[in-house]
């Protein structure tokens, strides 16, 4: 069973902070997607990445996979109230459709 | 466009009673996924459908738990009969594709406690 672990479990920051957290595993993963859950609601993908080395920005969000697809990272500048949630890692292998979703980071952005 | 549809959104029940959770995914989707989700496990793939056919049930917890889906409209999760450590919040979510990058569209989630 792959095993996704997400670090820190929990992170409250002020506002206008920056921040960063991690996703790793032992495996090797095809892709990797971020996912941000608000409460009483669903997951909501952020981004997908699929090549080793591979960064993405979304505004103040950069995420990056590592070089050899076992591990990502997640960093935002500037915190705000709004990125408040449980930011979760989700990944699956060649030819699977299957996720596996990590532990999880549940983000608090004080004002 | 309407999203992911699950009811109840919420439910309490007695421990031996029969649960039964209702998804509607996104019209086209050909994939559907139910997930678990709990405090302690954080969040747990159940089993999943491609083209209405079960794919991959290796996470049903044990026989108690079945799930079907009919046509490419409805999908149900059933429990029976229910026990109090089968508390958590139960997700629905759909795909366009079968493809290892596919991104997932989740429901609100069906928040069962059962007493």
């Known amino acids: 069973t792959q095993l996704l672990e997400q670090s820190p479990q929990f992170l409250s920051i002020q506002e206008g902070e920056n921040l960063t957290v991690y996703c790793n595993s032992s495996?090797?993963?095809?892709?990797l997607q971020w996912y941000r859950q608000e409460p009483g609601e669903g997951p909501v993908l952020l981004v997908t990445?699929?090549?080793?080395?591979e960064v993405k920005k979304l505004k103040r969000l950069t995420f990056q996979f590592g070089d050899a697809r076992k591990d990502s990272s997640l960093h935002i500048t500037a915190a705000q109230p709004g990125d408040t949630g449980l930011y979760l890692c989700?990944?699956?292998?060649?030819?699977?459709?299957?996720?596996?979703f990590g532990t999880g980071t549940r983000l608090t952005i004080i004002p | 466009d309407a999203g992911v549809i699950q009811s109840p959104r919420h439910e309490v029940t007695e421990m031996g009673q029969e649960v039964t959770l209702r998804c509607k995914p996104i019209?086209?989707?050909?994939?559907l996924f139910w997930y678990r989700q709990t405090m302690m496990r954080g969040l747990e793939l159940l089993i999943y459908?491609?083209?209405?056919?079960?794919?991959?049930d290796s996470g049903m917890p044990e026989d108690r738990f079945s799930a079907k889906m009919p046509n490419a409209s409805f999908s149900t999760l059933k429990i029976q009969p229910s026990e109090p450590r089968d508390s958590a919040v139960y997700f629905c979510?759909?795909?366009?594709?079968?493809?290892?990058?596919?991104?997932?569209?989740f429901g609100e989630g069906s928040r069962l406690t059962v007493l």
């Open positions: 979510a759909s795909s366009p594709r079968l493809a290892d990058t596919g991104e997932l569209f």
């Open positions: 495996s090797v993963f095809s892709s």
């Open positions: 990445v699929v090549t080793g080395g």
């Open positions: 989700a990944a699956s292998n060649f030819g699977n459709e299957k996720l596996t």
């Open positions: 019209s086209g989707h050909n994939s």
């Open positions: 459908f491609n083209n209405n056919v079960p794919i991959d």
